[in-house]
């Protein structure tokens, strides 16, 4: 099978901090390799993933998160939730929520 063919096979992945009211969206692009930070409102969340093909979306297990991921389970993505102590290594601020 081509590289080309399995990239497209393998389902992206998107990344989510979640908050009250503002969450962070970040995932690379296939085609260019270009990162992308995108800030998203409660209400916009999921018209974002409706609008998006399946994809793997992780997200730091919280109490919002079994919400969000059933709610995105529901429109077809594979969700993935991480427990803190494994999400730690990828912070880069001195962020300590």
């Given at each position: ?15 989510i ?22 800030a ?58």
């Amino acid at each position: 099978m081509s590289a080309a063919k399995k990239s497209q096979m393998e389902p992206s992945t998107i990344a989510i901090d979640l908050a009250k009211r503002v969450f962070q969206i970040h995932y690379v692009d296939r085609e260019t390799g270009a990162i992308h930070s995108k800030a998203l409102k409660r209400a916009q969340l999921v018209p974002f993933f409706a609008n998006r093909p399946s994809c793997r979306v992780v997200m730091e297990a919280c109490g919002s998160a079994h919400h969000w991921a059933r709610t995105l389970a529901r429109l077809g993505h594979d969700v993935r939730l991480i427990a803190a102590q494994f999400v730690r290594p990828f912070v880069k601020s001195n962020k300590n929520e």
